[in-house]
Each structure stands twice: as C-alpha cells, then as structure tokens.
C-alpha cells in the first residue's frame, strides 16, 4: 500500500501573486499534498503582527491552477492561523513560508514575515521552514533556491524538527555552477543602521522614508552572513524562546 503523502501548507509574506510562493510551490508539490494560504497584497516587514482591529477575509482562487490555494487580508501569522483552523481543519505535517525576495539573515529574522509564518507553525508544533533568497529583483532566478528547498524539506520530513524550533534557510542570488553547498550555521550579528529620509508631500506637509546601511559587527567566519558571501546556502535553527539563559543567574543575584 503506497504511503500517505504528507500535508504542506505553503505561505510567504511577498503575497500570494509573487514569484517566490510560485517557486516553493513548484519545489515541494513533488513531495506533499499542497495547500496555499498567502496574503492577498506583500506583508514585508510585518514581523509576528496579527489582525486584531480589523476583520480578516478568506478567498478561495483557482489561478495556481491544480493547488488548492487561498488568499488573506491578513498577515503571514494570520495566514498560518486561518490555514490551520479554518481551511485544514487540522495541523500539517510541514510549513513553508517563502521563498522571500531578499535574505533574511542575522537581525533580519526579528522584522520578517517569511520567519514569523515559520516561528508561528513552530509555536504550533509543527515542523516549518522559512526560504530566503539573497535577491530583491522581482524577475529573480529562483531555480537553485528550488533545489535547495527540496533538499531542505525532504531531510525535514524524515528527520523531523526539535519542538519549539524552526529552520531559517538563506540563499545566495547565484548560479547552479556557483552555488558551494549548504551550511548550518549561527545567525549574525548585523542589523540595520537606520536613516529617515525627510521629504516634502504634494501639500508641502513632511514625511519620512526609512532606509539605512546593513551593517556586520564583528565579521565573523562561522554566521550565515559570512557563508551567504562564500556562495552558501545557509540553515540557521530558530527557537520562539528569547529567554536569555546566560544572565538569568547574574540577575537573580540583584538585590531584588
């Protein structure tokens, strides 16, 4: 008797019409039986928000033709949420979430969609993996990511994930003859340097931009900045705790 394909359900942060969810779903439709709930416009930079002040819509749409797929006016964790309890009615065997236009390495994670959708299955209990490409062009070439991501899920559903944890895997923008391998790897510490552009609106009123410099602070051989750099496909496990175990017995010695 042929063994039961296991239940993907596939999100990202980009919106259901991108580029990268059509390549993830391309990656693992081989391996699972497929269900797509993404948001209905881009959700970047939303981090672990939830909709709680306004009411969320569900559409049923049929334009990634035999995948059973869905749109939602909320964020990637809304779109777990509702994947979970109102379209499968039950918990999946893996999440995806990506394959997200831009990497999300180091500090990154704290701000992105992609990795909250994965944090939120992982708060579930259910194994999940967020893909980033090192790519902000929206004709990238996610073809090798594609294989990664194969690589990546299949080992996932035969090894399984420690509970309380995730899989951040980053991508480097490169061709199949450039790409090294795969490394398990730290996160970085980098973060943004920010810097508000201050502009002027049609009405003379002032607003702002926000940009700035992404910035490593230490440089050091063994994050998945440094191993992205190297043309490595990078996994760094993540965990919802932030418990900061290090200094809880410094601060229990407080004269508190």
Not at 19 to 35: E, H, P, T
Not at 76 to 85: A, H, M, N, R, W
Not at 197 to 205: A, E, G, I, V
Request: net charge negative.
């Amino acid at each position: 008797m042929a063994s039961k394909r296991p239940l993907i359900l596939v999100t990202n942060d980009d919106s259901i019409f991108s580029k990268g969810i059509r390549s993830l779903i391309n990656a693992v439709k081989s391996i699972g039986d497929v269900v797509v709930v993404a948001p209905d416009s881009p959700q970047s930079g939303m981090g672990h928000a939830i909709t709680i002040n306004d009411p969320l819509r569900l559409d049923k749409t049929d334009f990634l033709e035999d995948i059973e797929a869905y749109s939602c006016s909320g964020t990637p964790v809304d779109c777990v949420k509702l994947g979970i309890s109102e379209v499968m009615h039950r918990k999946p065997d893996l999440i995806v979430s990506g394959i997200n236009h831009g990497a999300n390495t180091a500090t990154n994670v704290l701000y992105s969609g992609t990795m909250s959708a994965a944090i939120e299955g992982a708060m579930e209990g259910i194994p999940s993996i967020g893909f980033s490409l090192d790519s902000f062009d929206s004709q990238a070439d996610f073809s090798v990511a594609m294989k990664i991501v194969e690589i990546v899920v299949r080992e996932t559903l035969e090894n399984g994930i420690p509970e309380g944890n995730c899989l951040n895997v980053n991508i480097p923008d490169v061709s199949a003859d450039d790409i090294v391998g795969i490394k398990v790897c730290r996160q970085a510490n980098a973060y943004w340097e920010d810097r508000f552009d201050q502009r002027l609106d049609q009405h003379n009123r002032t607003y702002y931009w926000l940009t700035g410099d992404f910035k490593d602070q230490k440089e050091q051989t063994d994050t998945d900045v440094y191993w992205i750099s190297k043309g490595y496909a990078t996994i760094v496990p993540t965990q919802f705790d932030m418990t900061s175990y290090s200094i809880m017995k410094e601060i229990e010695n407080w004269n508190l």
